[in-house]
């Protein structure tokens, strides 16, 4: 009996401390280990040296160097428009015929008028000439005599006279041959030939009265068409890009430029892809500044040989002031805004961020000027600064696909 009870107690004994084992297994834990911060993930650019372009930008329109509208001169028949539309022409060459015969017919009056009047003019001077001779020998009264050299006079006024209603005659005769003052690019035509064309009240299609020796032109009846025009050609090599600057860039371009005696390099953009259409030169300026908006219009001039500019197309402009030679830049996403000024995360070898004061010295577009802060080759964080705090360790995570920009 004394050996089954020992035997109990000693089965009680293990079972109490299996269970005790059990339950120091289950309650006790060990202390945690510190957990690390999980690096933040950034993106991250290189500080550089660069020659940095200074320059403004504005949005403008390209328009036509010269634009003329081609009027009639003389109204009459259309005979031809010989041109073709959207074509170029050049200086002097023929966009339209007016029909010539009724000038013709008035230059000849006029001619023989004149060829009349010269001989009766030669007349008249004999005839004094004969007089004089007369008067000095006491052979005629002194009046006879002033009479013809006042008849010289006259018909010395109507030759003068003749030879007017000449030239003017030649003049609108040359004037139905219509062509091109300037080169450049022909538009629509505006009107088709066997149409009346109107040159206006003082070039009518003309009719000659002769009276009192001279050839005198009228005007036409007042049923020919009101003026019209022909075709608008536009001067596009070179062309113009005009646009506004507020005043203060303005005073930074006339000082550059020497109050715009010395030539501004100016490009020209696509709005839609940023290409670079044409590169020219800035030398006209408005003589004011717009009261209502404060800005200064501005004309720059392109050559556009390859046409890439165009009458009527808005564009980007853009005006280089300068280029700093080998200065210190970092993208402007870079460069935070902090209670104590301006700052900029450095990764630092250990792969840490470490926030670095910063002096700027200027931005330019996405490239900011750094006067000091950061030294060239060190890494600067342009992305993630958000949940970034000194200390913090970084994991660099990839760029996204930069859109190229043309300069």
Known sequence: MAARRRFRWVFVALGGLAVALVLWVVFHKKPAKP??????????AKVTVQDLPVSITAIGAAQAWQSDIILAQVSGKLLSVPFREGGDVKAGDLLAQVDPAPYQAVLMQAQGALKRDQALLAEARVDLARYRTLSAQDSIARQILDTQAALVKQDEGIVLADQGAVAAAQTNLRFTRIVAPI????????????????????????????????????????????????????????????????????????????????????????????AVLGTGTLSIADNKVDPATGTVELKARFENKDHHLWPGQFVNVRLTLQTL???TTIPGGAVNQGPNGLFAFVVAPDGRAVMRPLKV???????????????????????????????????????PPAVTAAR
Do not use: Y
């Open 361 to 399: 010295a200027l931005t330019q577009g996405p490239v900011t000027v750094i006067a000091s802060g950061v030294q060239p080759g060190e890494t600067v964080v342009v992305d993630g600064q958000m949940t970034l705090k000194p200390g913090s360790r970084v994991r660099l995570r990839p760029s």
């Open 35 to 44: 957990q690390r911060p999980p690096a933040v993930p950034v993106i991250v």
């Open 325 to 327: 030679p080998h200065v």
């Open 183 to 274: 080169s450049g690019r022909a538009g629509v035509r505006m009107v088709d030939p066997g149409n009346i064309v109107n040159g206006g009240a003082a070039s009518q299609v003309p009719t000659t009265t002769v009276t009192g020796g001279a050839s005198g032109i009228s005007g036409a009846s007042s049923s020919a068409s009101t003026a019209t025009g022909i075709v608008t050609i536009n001067q596009i090599e070179p062309i113009a890009v005009t646009f506004t600057v507020p005043q203060g860039d303005f005073q930074r371009l006339s000082d550059v430029s020497e109050g715009f005696r010395r030539p501004l390099a100016t490009e020209a953009l696509s709005q839609d892809t940023g």
